[in-house]
């Protein structure tokens, strides 16, 4: 089996491995289904699925760019740069309810008087947790390699530009984390920029929340830093040597 399917079966399987829990959770204890934890699954796996439809999209769009470029000079690479700009954009927009899937280990599903044994709620956040950065690191592998096929000649080494761009996207993710989080922000409070500011802003000045906010998007972005570079170096070694 290939590295790539290996990696998608993996993170596939993890995800259904979670939900799994969470419908056990409700079976076999006898309490309430927690639905917002299956919503936050369905959500941190689109930007895996919107990374996929990136790439379909860009070769099956690649021809009919290539008849418009011998139509229209340079119109090739304009509508290609476009379809790129705008698909990456939708994806980036989406890109953080995968990483959100870290703050679930506040157990905040969990009452005083549940009957679901603490090691199961450990389990199960755990395993939904670790969907959310499979699911992250997936997808931000999808991308970046598509950056380095688009933008730099693949060769033995990592382009550096693919790794600045890749650091800029966790940056973001992490921000978009922090806006969910204590904002109470979804990714499609982008459609009111003017409304997003103002409440970043005012969330901002109160006393405290700047630094607050600061030490949060660090430590979520070097966590996840330091999980995706060697898991990234090792997926690009392993295609370089032909495992693909």
Do not use: C
């Amino acid at each position: 089996m290939s590295v790539l399917l290996l990696g998608i079966l993996a993170v596939v399987l993890l995800n259904v491995y979670a939900i799994v829990l969470i419908l056990l959770r409700s079976r076999v204890y006898g309490v309430g289904l927690y639905r917002p934890m299956l919503l936050n699954i369905a959500l941190s796996f689109l930007p895996v699925l919107l990374a996929i439809v990136l790439g379909v999209g860009l070769l099956l769009l690649a021809p009919v760019f290539g008849r418009l470029a011998q139509l229209v000079a340079s119109g090739g690479v304009i509508l290609v740069w476009s379809y790129l700009v705008v698909a990456t954009l939708v994806w980036l927009v989406f890109f953080p309810n995968s990483v959100y899937l870290i703050t679930e280990l506040n157990f905040s599903h969990r009452g005083e008087d549940t009957p679901v044994p603490l090691w199961y709620d450990i389990v199960q956040t755990l395993a939904l947790t670790l969907s959310g950065i499979a699911n992250a690191v997936l997808s931000l592998a999808v991308v970046q390699t598509m950056f380095i096929v688009l933008v730099d000649l693949p060769g033995a080494a990592i382009p550096s530009s693919s790794w600045v761009a890749a650091g800029a996207i966790i940056v973001l993710g992490a921000i978009g984390v922090y806006l969910g989080r204590y904002l109470r922000l979804n990714s499609w409070d982008v459609r009111h920029p003017a409304s997003l500011l103002w409440k970043l802003t005012t969330h901002l000045r109160q006393p405290g929340k700047a630094l607050e906010a600061f030490g949060f998007v660090l430590t979520h972005a070097l966590l996840i830093a330091l999980l995706y570079v060697p898991l990234f170096v090792l997926g690009w070694s392993a295609v370089r040597a032909g495992a693909l």
